[in-house]
């Protein structure tokens, strides 16, 4: 197995890992805030949000671009 392979494997698990506490968090709703509340809450403001987009434009460009 390359590195790259291994990286990819442990981003779909993080990926695997948020999918089902978003189902979790839609079907507590008392206990837990779903994945749409917790990123509003996250960007509330400007600097959040251009981290965000930052952090985004990262991942896409090291995905996508090969």
């Given at each position: ?9 442990g981003?779909?698990v ?9 189902i ?11 994945l749409?509340?917790t990123?509003a809450?996250l ?24």
């Amino acid at each position: 197995m390359t590195d790259r392979t291994i990286i990819i494997i442990g981003f779909c698990v993080v990926l695997a890992a948020v999918i089902v506490a978003a189902i979790y968090s839609h079907l507590h709703r008392e206990r837990l805030a779903t994945l749409a509340e917790t990123v509003a809450h996250l960007t509330r403001t400007r600097t959040a949000r251009i981290v965000a987009v930052l952090i985004w434009a990262w991942l896409g460009w090291h995905f996508l671009a090969r």
